[in-house]
Nanobody, 124 residues
């Protein structure tokens, strides 16, 4: 599976962005999908995850109520709608695919495939 992110950019604090991750292959619906981010000088951290059918989601506390993850299995695409952006949301956002569960996705150790990332910069 190849994952290609898009939609990053420069936005002012309080603004919104929508990230997309397009996956290759015919088995997209068999993966739990997620988003991680890495800020400059910091370790990569979990942001959000969504179950195979889209019925269950999970979010990091820092983004709850502001970010929404969704997926379209017919289009092999997962999205991250980011609202009320803050400067601390700045970072490289990675798409991830996991054959396990939302729990293993949150932990990061079950990820089988990573995208190359898309940069989000939030100015104050």
């Amino acid at each position: 599976v190849q994952l290609v992110e898009s939609g990053g950019g420069l936005v002012q604090a309080g603004g919104s962005l929508r990230l997309s991750c397009a996956a290759s292959g015919r088995t997209f619906s068999s993966y739990v999908m997620g988003w991680f981010r890495q800020a400059p000088g910091k370790e990569r951290e979990f942001v959000a995850a969504i179950s195979r059918g889209g019925g269950a989601t999970s979010y990091a506390d820092s983004v709850k109520g502001r970010f929404t993850i969704s997926r379209d299995n017919a289009k092999n695409t997962v999205y991250l709608q980011m609202n009320s952006l803050k400067p601390e949301d700045t970072g490289l956002y990675y798409c991830a695919a996991d054959t396990g569960s939302i729990a293993t996705m949150e932990a990061g150790y079950g990820v089988h495939y990573w995208g190359k990332g898309t940069l989000v910069t939030v100015s104050s």
